[in-house]
């Protein structure tokens, strides 16, 4: 070296700001050792201060969800902002704000890395890798339906359970939102597909990875035989790998996030109940890796279940996958018709924590599912192998249990399926079957020997009615405390609620209730029936002393937790009975341990009448057969 590149290198060196070593992934420290000041590196940087979500663990799962996405939106808006206008100054114009990490996602100059690498606030920058997708091995035949059968699919099925009302996710290539047996049963709009590459405004996939993995979520029997798990469940997606197959680790944060709140509005209640993970970092096998493991663990706080592929790194043990193998995660192995593990199913133990790996197997040998239908061209289907095929045998498993226990939190899930499987290999729990092969029905009976159902008549000295104090006021101005129940107008058009309260001591705190129906039975009805005047009779879950106390006036106007938590039948005649069952909001909202209140009422009078519309129901001059009651059913974990 000449003496002038000696003192030019020197020069370069003392100039270059010392750098937070500790900060610097492994990946990023060394990139930076062989990059020029301006050279550009796409990395991710997530901030020390992180917020804390465990404290909304009790609330009801609509309102929990709601109050961990403002709060890890607010974290990140508030803490990032110093960050952004640094950046903007080091003239960095875009960045894709990570609100569910506290993170960003960017691309600039190995100076401005090391600028970053000594704030304060930053606590990790990790290179924004590049994870390719799984390769997919076809297969000349196989005998159909043999995996839905295996799983015992079917015998959910026929007890009316096939996924109603439950929404799964894949996160993915894409879906081929065309094909026949998939798309019926895309819920549809814009906070039901996401394209973190912005190229596809519509359901798309270019490889047909995805679109297998999604008929055997929910495919139907369009080819003339069953496909999916669940067939009346309704799918979103997210196209997380690229037309060229290859993921960038920020897309698949974005991804993850978007899943928590589709629409951008967190009151809204649109995330799906299960979302299918068939895919992991490759050329990892056996090490851990977390970059997921906040993202993951604040969707399962939200009440998504969340289920992985395993891997194909097998036969060899010791070849777990991230994220699969973080702890926690429901991972899933792949066996064949014989119920032989297959030979590619990645072996464990967990290199992260040493549990077992995977927890559980499921068919992922030979399996039929929807092939790219190029426009939906009837016949369009493909034999597959790979625990990517085994995943969502798991995952539509769920759904399944969802439709017949609606609300079931994600921890019950998982432990149904696992402690509920077949075993198969040597007795007991180990690294190449997990627990055994998911079995359906058994997890479905494992799930029904933990309900309890009750029946809770109501408390008749805090049961009454609440009359307006005037017309149009929204205010009480009368209370009724015996006799019975009622509700519409009066003559001088001043509404009439009724509020009836429950014991629900006897419900164990740790409770879920998956079913709540309040039922009472029609005494009569006075003038003109309020159900043809007013339509709709709604049912309310009471808040604040609304709940607490006895009856009151401010009862009539009191706020309520939930708002329409259950519709009441229409009783055509007298002593019939008029039932209303509590939708997913409403039952959250049940207090287990104590006392729930319930408001039932009809929207505003509309009508200028002097005629008074009300309807009687029976109260405490009732007996117990006519009385009201709420009829609960719950579980417990």
Same mark, same amino acid.
């Given at each position: 070296m000449s003496w002038f590149a000696w003192v030019m290198t020197f020069f370069v060196l003392f100039l270059v700001p010392a750098v937070n070593a500790a900060v610097l992934n492994p990946d990023v420290a060394s990139s930076l050792k062989s990059r020029r000041p301006d050279e550009k590196i796409s990395v991710i940087v997530t901030l020390a201060d992180q917020a804390v979500i465990g404290?909304?663990?009790?609330?009801?799962?609509?309102?929990?969800?709601?109050?961990?996405?403002?709060?890890?939106?607010?974290?990140?808006?508030?803490?990032?902002?110093?960050?952004?206008?640094?950046?903007?100054?080091?003239?960095?114009?875009?960045?894709?704000?990570?609100?569910?990490?506290?993170?960003?996602?960017?691309?600039?100059?190995?100076?401005?890395?090391?600028?970053?690498?000594?704030?304060?606030?930053?606590?990790?920058?990790?290179?924004?890798?590049?994870?390719?997708?799984?390769?997919?091995?076809?297969?000349?035949?196989?005998?159909?339906?043999?995996?839905?059968?295996?799983?015992?699919?079917?015998?959910?099925?026929?007890?009316?359970?096939?996924?109603?009302?439950?929404?799964?996710?894949?996160?993915?290539?894409?879906?081929?939102?065309?094909?026949?047996?998939?798309?019926?049963?895309?819920?549809?709009?814009?906070?039901?597909?996401?394209?973190?590459?912005?190229?596809?405004?519509?359901?798309?996939?270019?490889?047909?990875?995805?679109?297998?993995?999604?008929?055997?979520?929910?495919? @139907?029997?369009?080819?003339? $035989?069953?496909?999916?798990? %669940?067939?009346? +469940?309704?799918?979103?997606? /997210?196209?997380?790998? !690229?037309?060229d197959g290859n993921a960038r680790a920020s897309a698949i944060h974005q991804g993850f996030q978007w899943l928590l709140d589709p629409d951008g509005n967190p009151d809204t209640d649109d995330a799906p109940d299960v979302l299918n993970n068939s895919w992991g970092f490759s050329k990892a096998e056996d090490l851990c890796i977390k970059e997921y493991e906040s993202d993951i663990h604040a969707l399962k706080a939200s009440g998504i279940a969340v289920v992985?592929?395993?891997?194909?790194? @097998?036969?060899?043990?010791? $070849?777990?996958?991230?994220? %699969?193998?973080? +702890?926690?995660?429901?991972? /899933?192995?792949?066996? !064949?018709?014989?119920?032989?593990?297959?030979?590619?199913?990645?072996?464990g133990p967990s290199s992260c924590d040493g549990s077992i790996y995977p927890r559980v197997v499921a068919p992922g040998s030979a399996i039929t599912s929807s092939d790219l239908s190029l426009g939906g061209i009837p016949g369009s289907y493909a034999v597959v192998s790979g625990t990517s095929f085994s995943a969502p045998h798991v995952?539509?498993?769920?759904?399944?249990?969802?439709?017949?226990?609606?609300?079931?939190?994600?921890?019950?899930?998982?432990?149904?399926?696992?402690?509920?499987?077949?075993?198969?290999?040597?007795?007991?729990? !180990?690294?190449?079957?997990?627990?055994?092969?998911?079995?359906?029905?058994?997890?479905?009976?494992?799930?029904?020997?933990?309900?309890?159902?009750?029946?809770?008549?109501?408390?008749?000295?805090?049961?009454?009615?609440?009359?307006?104090?005037?017309?149009?006021?929204?205010?009480?101005?009368a209370i009724r405390k015996n006799g019975s129940l009622r509700v519409g107008d009066d003559a001088a058009n001043r509404q009439l609620k009724s509020i009836l309260s429950f014991d629900t001591s006897d419900i164990p705190e740790n409770a879920v209730v998956t079913s709540a129906k309040l039922i009472l039975t029609r005494m009569k009805a006075s003038k003109t029936d309020p159900f043809e005047t007013f339509r709709t009779c709604f049912v309310d879950v009471a808040s604040g002393t609304f709940g607490s106390a006895g009856l009151e006036k401010s009862d009539f106007q009191a706020e309520a937790a939930v708002r329409r938590a259950a519709r009441l039948t229409r009783p055509k005649k007298n002593g019939f009975r008029s039932k209303g069952l509590f939708n997913e909001e409403g039952l959250r909202a049940i207090n287990k341990g104590g006392l729930i209140q319930l408001r039932v009422h009809f929207l505003p009078a509309t009508d200028k009448g002097s005629a008074h519309d009300f309807i009687q129901f029976h109260g405490d001059d009732a007996s117990s057969a006519e009385a009201p009651r709420l009829k609960v059913t719950y579980v417990v974990p």
């Open positions: 404290q909304f663990s009790e609330m009801p799962r609509r309102l929990r969800r709601a109050a961990i996405i403002k709060s890890l939106k607010e974290k990140a808006e508030h803490s990032q902002m110093p960050l952004r206008t640094f950046l903007q100054n080091r003239g960095i114009k875009k960045s894709i704000q990570l609100w569910l990490i506290n993170g960003m996602a960017l691309t600039a100059g190995a100076d401005v890395i090391r600028e970053l690498a000594n704030d304060p606030r930053v606590d990790e920058i990790r290179m924004d890798a590049v994870i390719p997708l799984a390769h997919v091995t076809y297969t000349a035949t196989t005998v159909a339906e043999w995996n839905i059968d295996r799983i015992h699919a079917r015998d959910l099925w026929d007890l009316g359970f096939e996924g109603q009302k439950i929404t799964v996710a894949t996160m993915d290539s894409g879906v081929d939102g065309s094909h026949p047996d998939l798309a019926g049963c895309w819920r549809g709009g814009s906070n039901s597909w996401f394209d973190p590459y912005g190229r596809y405004a519509q359901p798309h996939d270019s490889d047909g990875h995805g679109t297998l993995v999604t008929g055997i979520l929910v495919g @139907g029997n369009g080819g003339g $035989t069953a496909i999916g798990v %669940a067939p009346k +469940a309704n799918w979103i997606a /997210v196209k997380i790998f !690229d037309d992985f592929s395993a891997g194909n790194d @097998g036969p060899q043990p010791a $070849t777990s996958s991230a994220p %699969a193998n973080n +702890a926690g995660i429901l991972s /899933v192995g792949a066996i !064949d018709r014989s119920n032989h593990l297959s030979d590619f199913s990645s072996r995952a539509g498993a769920m759904a399944l249990l969802l439709s017949a226990f609606p609300g079931l939190p994600v921890q019950t899930l998982e432990q149904a399926l696992t402690f509920s499987s077949t075993d198969l290999g040597s007795s007991g729990p !180990d690294n190449k079957y997990g627990y055994g092969l998911i079995h359906a029905l058994n997890a479905y009976y494992f799930v029904k020997s933990k309900t309890v159902t009750t029946t809770l008549y109501s408390q008749a000295d805090r049961d009454g009615w609440v009359r307006e104090s005037s017309e149009g006021s929204l205010r009480g101005g």
